[in-house]
């Protein structure tokens, strides 16, 4: 139960990170060609920040207070939540698509059925969000195997790429 807490706090401690590190806006946009799609100029739409851990209890979240306050009650949170698979990978892969493992590919955490190497990443949340003029980033884990069975690129979509190269991801 300790170690789950000390995984889970430090998780949202780094997802604070990336938030602090994304308020500001995007930086100066740098030359399409070298660094993907430039922001496009803001308007109205409404800012989007997704925080997901894995593994995470209620029972953790309720002696997180701070980041209850900071996170959860300036946005949506979700009081009841399902899984369509119940691994990290597939979850992340759903959340990413908008699929369900059987229409996405990634059937598991490892390869070949699945991990960073079964997702086909060229049709995605990010790259939609991208395409309908949003900043897009990613700060912390992205799937099981990114930098070591897959080599550490930046996936289509993201404007910003933090994301932990296993078996990092697991040295908290």
Known sequence: MRDTFLVASRLALAAVAGL???????????????????????TSRPNLVLVLTDDQTLESL???????????DEG?????AFVSYPLCCPSRATLLTGQYAH???VRGNNPPHGGAGALDARETLPVWLQRAGYYTAHVG????????????TVPP????????VDPTTYEL
């Open 103 to 105: 229409n996405h590919g």
């Open 157 to 164: 979509g993201w404007s910003r790429w933090l994301a932990l």
């Open 62 to 72: 309720r002696v997180m207070p701070e980041t209850q306050r900071l996170i959860g």
């Open 20 to 42: 602090a590190l994304l308020a500001n806006g995007p930086p100066a946009p740098r030359d399409a060609t070298t660094h993907g799609l430039a922001p496009k100029a803001t």
């Open 141 to 152: 884990k992205y799937l099981n195997g990114y930098g070591q069975v897959v080599p550490a």
């Open 76 to 80: 949506t949170t979700f009081s009841n």
